[in-house]
């Protein structure tokens, strides 16, 4: 398995930056697509956006697309999602996921998840 843990959440107002971050365990991260996902309460858990292995592609939802960017420093395990110019829209818990082949944007391409972190944004 592959041990995952976001970070990086929080309380902020609209138009203000966050970093999230995903810390792997294990040796094996290089080896692992990335992919970040969100979930509101009361709704399905949607993709947000995914990075290859060696970071070369990266894939974005349209809802996100220009605001957020997805990482990763292979050295560290640690897989990064930079939002910035967040809106209300934005709250929810966000999780990180690794899939061991190239991904989709659906969750069940993901074999390992992390247990989430909140970020909340007032309006």
């Known amino acids: 398995q592959v041990p995952l843990v976001e970070s990086g959440g929080g309380l902020v107002q609209a138009g203000d930056s966050l970093r999230l971050s995903c810390a792997a365990s294990?040796?094996?991260?290089?080896?692992?697509?990335m992919g970040w996902f969100r979930q509101a309460p009361g709704k399905e858990r949607e993709f947000v956006a995914a990075?290859?292995?060696?970071?070369?592609?990266?894939d974005y939802a349209d809802s996100v697309k220009g605001r957020f960017t997805i990482s990763r420093n292979n050295a560290k395990s640690t897989t990064y999602l930079q939002m910035n110019s967040l809106k209300p829209e934005d709250t929810a818990v966000y999780y990180c996921?690794?899939?061991?082949?190239?991904?989709?944007?659906?969750?069940?391409?993901?074999?390992?998840w992390g247990q989430g972190t909140q970020v909340t944004v007032s309006s």
């Open positions: 294990g040796r094996t991260f290089g080896t692992y697509h």
């Open positions: 990075i290859t292995r060696n970071g070369f592609s990266t």
């Open positions: 996921a690794a899939s061991g082949r190239y991904p989709n944007r659906g969750t069940g391409d993901y074999a390992y």
